[in-house]
């Protein structure tokens, strides 16, 4: 296992090798392949490889806890992401691009983009000061530095409750969805923010405010990205701010797609007002489709990263009693894009779950495998 996932998750550069590659010794119409790539290629690989529900022994488990090429991999992609961003930026004013190019590239960046904010919320779950240095350097590079602090002290406490806005209810569309976590997570995040500088005696309107520099450091970043390339150029280039606002909005949008499809309709019981049961593998939906695993370093075993956060993507685990996604979150994606095709789709599964009431003992049972 330790060799396999070593070359399967090492499968996530191919994004960028097969677009460069392609870019410069097939065709510049190539800058649409990674959007291609992801919204295509991926869920038809996925139809053919099997799927992966083999975890890790305990033998394997230290091994793949121990070797930090692991962690390589996850930090490497952040300088991926400032490369393709520069290369792009270079691209557009250098090349002369048609317009049909151009929107190829902004949307492949887009794409690979969203793969960033996965490895910045896995990294985001660890203590490091150099993991949360990475994590803040690729979430600002599409203007979501604040999803940390709502991620990991929100979202992760109040999940599958009313409370959380990145939980979507059933019935809910993903256009519904994306008002309600876009603004939802922002407030959230600044009171969040807010509370934490409260106890520390600090003012909400100081350098200490990390919400502050959530907003400050994206704009700062397009602006010099900005007036580095006009300069360049010697004219202001629009296209430059164009690429960097549009790439983050379809990352952006991609991430709350996962986070709608992960946690649709699923709620913890109220067992007082305002008090729900504890989380448990039962809480998020899964798949567990081998090839777009990979490619999202185990994303899609969300049910043990909700059971426990801190445990590295490599070893995340796969259960049955988790309710089970029919396709991976690329597909997915698509299928929640078309409201009457995704409550087709997903209402039977939800239903089904719903009315399988497992007991306490069951969940007992389910929770004491994760320990």
Aim: hydrophobic share 45%; with cysteine.
């Amino acid at each position: 296992m330790h060799i396999r996932k070593k070359i399967g998750f090492a499968w996530g550069y191919t994004f960028i090798v097969f677009m460069l590659t392609g870019y410069y010794f097939i065709s510049h119409n190539w800058t649409f392949f990674v959007f291609i790539y992801g919204y295509i290629l991926v869920p038809v690989m996925d139809a053919v490889i099997s799927r992966d529900s083999q975890n890790a022994s305990t033998e394997e488990y230290e091994q793949l806890i121990k070797d930090k090429y692991f962690d390589i991999l996850v930090y490497s992609h952040v300088y991926i992401q400032y490369f393709m961003l520069l290369w792009g930026c270079y691209i557009l004013i250098y090349d002369n691009l048609t317009w049909w190019q151009v929107v190829g590239l902004i949307l492949s960046q887009g794409v690979y983009a969203s793969t960033i904010i996965n490895v910045a919320h896995e990294l985001g779950h660890r203590t490091h000061p150099l993991a949360q240095f990475h994590a803040k350097a690729a979430l600002m590079t599409v203007g979501y530095m604040h999803f940390l602090i709502e991620h990991n002290r929100g979202h992760h406490t109040h999940v599958a409750t009313p409370l959380d806005p990145a939980t979507a209810r059933k019935n809910q569309s993903i256009f519904s969805f994306w008002k309600q976590t876009l603004i939802g997570s922002f407030r959230s995040a600044w009171k969040i923010e807010k509370k934490q500088l409260a106890k520390q005696n600090l003012s909400v309107w100081s350098r200490h405010n990390g919400m502050i520099w959530a907003v400050v450091l994206p704009i700062l970043f397009c602006i010099g990205l900005t007036a580095f390339f006009s300069y360049l150029a010697g004219k202001f280039e629009w296209i430059i701010p164009t690429f960097i606002i549009i790439q983050s909005i379809i990352a952006v949008l991609s991430l709350e797609c996962v986070n709608y499809i992960e946690h649709y309709g699923i709620m913890r019981k109220e067992i007082a007002p305002g008090k729900y049961e504890k989380v448990n593998p039962l809480h998020s939906w899964n798949a567990n489709h081998y090839y777009s695993n990979l490619m999202l370093f185990h994303l899609q075993r969300h049910s043990d990263h909700h059971a426990y956060a801190a445990r590295p993507y490599q070893v995340l685990r796969h259960f049955d009693e988790s309710p089970q996604l029919p396709y991976g979150y690329t597909l997915m994606i698509l299928i929640s894009l078309v409201p009457p095709l995704w409550f087709k789709t997903m209402n039977k599964r939800l239903e089904a779950w719903q009315d399988k009431e497992y007991t306490t003992e069951d969940i007992r049972a389910v929770v004491s495998r994760f320990s």
